[in-house]
């Protein structure tokens, strides 16, 4: 007998759907954890029935950068700068974490996206300090029931105990775990990986990196059009290396020609606004990745400084895009007579576009029947959301991250009623506090033996910042 589940009396926020200011609630059937039908009146006598007292359903949203192990570090890079962030983060928290600090981040960080109606997460995991951070890493997002990208890094953190002797060591061990990721990560979860910033590493070792990613058909995920690497995309191509199995992250400082460039190779990009605005790595791209023919995706990039929900990304990037369009007409002497970009286009970036940036488009990010059942409904009966309005604009600019109360990833309910299902909340604050404080020890400890200023990222930052 199919496994079904029959979520009642919802208002779907689909971007394909007009606006309507009038919307009626409708049902949606999940059937073998795939999207069987959205419709009105569905009677299906065997299925578990949701309630949704007129939630808005939408597609589990996407995530298509985030660094998951920094979730154990929070509000630590809260005044930062990108430079302060390299020095402070990449050469100094990451060389204090044990596997069971990247654990607990990364269960913790892939709940909170759960949490939120986050289904699927791209996690860059550039803190591949020893195998067994690796192992843990794994395991901390497989414990949490998300779906998602496992994105090998190969960055060398600058650790005190060195686990590998060389780039080869690390190319060693990535095949090991690219060989047994299928045994021992869950269901959900895919391999990918994560190059080493350029400017870091010369092409020759970004090519082995890209040669041993291709070599098992890996999501390919890189910081490009940033300081160390402004014209990466660039770069790549005229080496012949750009592909559609490749998912930029930034490009602020890239050309235009380099946004077709990417576009026309089929690759994706992941804008991170909030980031990406704070830290001085310039303008979101999204206006510029459009008018290039791409599709957006967006990432909520560094745990370490902001929440995990993907609404606050999806709105920063919707009014940061149509304050930058609105300003070319004002620089005419004249007001916008109308806006461009819609809520339908944020929702749809951060939904189908990261889907698709990931390789799942189709699969994930859409309610259509056929898909897999990512779902999360957001709960109406709050005084931010009365009267109910068009779902889509309620929900993008209307609702708060903790109106998601039911979230289902794969047709499993990970979230019931506004509780996460089977999770020690307690138990896990207590862990995470503790993890956080002997983290910050190792950092102030290692501070006093001036451990990693002599890094190479340090000195990249000291170049780019005009302090050398
Ligand atoms: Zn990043």
């Given amino acids: 007998m199919p496994n079904e589940i029959l979520i009642?009396?919802?208002?779907?926020?689909?971007?394909?759907?007009?606006?309507?200011?009038?919307?009626?609630p409708t049902d949606i059937l999940v059937r073998d954890g795939r999207i069987a039908a959205v419709e009105d009146g569905i009677q299906a006598p065997d299925a578990e029935v949701i309630e949704g007292d007129?939630?808005?359903?939408?597609?589990?949203?996407?995530?298509?950068?985030?660094?998951?192990?920094?979730?154990?570090?929070?509000?630590?890079?809260?005044?930062?700068?990108?430079?302060?962030?390299?020095?402070?983060?990449?050469?100094?928290?990451?060389?204090?974490?044990?596997?069971?600090?990247?654990?607990?981040?990364?269960?913790?960080?892939?709940?909170?996206?759960?949490?939120?109606?986050?289904?699927?997460?791209?996690?860059?995991?550039?803190?591949?300090?020893?195998?067994?951070?690796?192992?843990?890493?794994?395991?901390?997002?497989?414990?949490?029931?998300?779906?998602?990208?496992?994105?090998?890094?190969?960055?060398?953190?600058?650790?005190?105990?060195?686990?590998?002797?060389?780039?080869?060591?690390?190319?060693?061990?990535?095949?090991?775990?690219?060989?047994?990721?299928?045994?021992?990560?869950?269901?959900l979860l895919d391999f990918g990986v994560a190059l080493t910033e350029f400017g870091l590493v010369g092409p020759d070792v970004t090519d082995r990196e890209l040669a041993f990613a291709r070599r098992h058909d890996a999501l390919?995920?890189?910081?490009?059009?940033?300081?160390?690497?402004?014209?990466?995309?660039?770069?790549?191509?005229?080496?012949?290396?750009?592909?559609?199995?490749?998912?930029?992250?930034?490009?602020?400082?890239?050309?235009?020609?380099?946004?077709?460039?990417?576009?026309?190779?089929?690759?994706?990009?992941?804008?991170?606004?909030?980031?990406?605005?704070q830290m001085g790595m310039g303008w979101p791209v999204t206006n510029r990745l459009i008018e290039a023919g791409g599709l957006p995706s967006f990432g909520v990039d560094i745990a370490s400084n902001i929440g995990g929900d993907m609404l606050t990304q999806m709105r920063l990037a919707l009014q940061t895009a149509r304050a930058i369009d609105n300003q070319?007409?004002?620089?005419?002497?004249?007001?916008?007579?109308?806006?461009?970009l819609t809520v339908r286009d944020a929702l749809r970036f951060g939904t189908e576009g990261g889907a698709r940036a990931m390789r799942m488009g189709g699969e994930i990010g859409t309610l259509r029947k056929g898909a897999r059942a990512d779902i999360a409904l957001f709960a109406t009966g709050g005084l931010n959301m009365m009267p109910m309005g068009d779902p889509v604009a309620m929900l993008l600019l209307e609702s708060r991250p903790g109106d998601a109360v039911t979230v289902l990833v794969d047709g499993r309910v990970v979230k019931r009623d506004g509780r996460m299902v089977g999770v020690d909340l307690a138990g896990l604050r207590e862990k995470l506090d503790r993890a956080f404080g002997e983290i910050a020890d190792r950092v102030a400890e290692s501070r006093d033996t001036a451990a990693g200023s002599s890094n190479a990222y340090a000195r990249v930052v000291k170049r780019a910042t005009g302090t050398d």
């Fill in 8 to 24: 009642r009396n919802v208002y779907p926020a689909d971007p394909d759907l007009a606006p309507q200011t009038r919307p009626r």
């Fill in 54 to 187: 007129r939630a808005i359903a939408v597609a589990g949203m996407v995530d298509s950068h985030r660094h998951v192990w920094q979730t154990a570090i929070r509000g630590v890079a809260a005044d930062w700068s990108l430079a302060d962030y390299v020095r402070e983060i990449r050469v100094g928290y990451a060389t204090a974490y044990t596997p069971e600090h990247i654990y607990l981040a990364n269960l913790a960080g892939a709940l909170e996206a759960l949490d939120t109606g986050v289904t699927t997460l791209c996690d860059f995991s550039h803190l591949m300090n020893s195998p067994a951070h690796a192992e843990a890493a794994i395991q901390g997002l497989t414990d949490a029931g998300i779906r998602g990208v496992f994105c090998y890094g190969f960055y060398d953190v600058p650790a005190r105990e060195r686990a590998f002797a060389s780039h080869d060591d690390r190319l060693r061990h990535a095949e090991e775990v690219a060989q047994s990721f299928r045994a021992t990560a869950g269901p």
């Fill in 220 to 277: 390919i995920t890189l910081h490009v059009g940033t300081f160390g690497s402004p014209h990466g995309i660039a770069d790549l191509d005229r080496r012949g290396r750009l592909g559609p199995d490749m998912l930029h992250v930034h490009a602020n400082m890239c050309g235009d020609d380099e946004l077709e460039r990417l576009v026309a190779s089929g690759g994706g990009l992941s804008i991170t606004p909030e980031t990406e605005m």
């Fill in 328 to 340: 070319k007409v004002l620089d005419q002497g004249i007001v916008p007579d109308r806006i461009g």
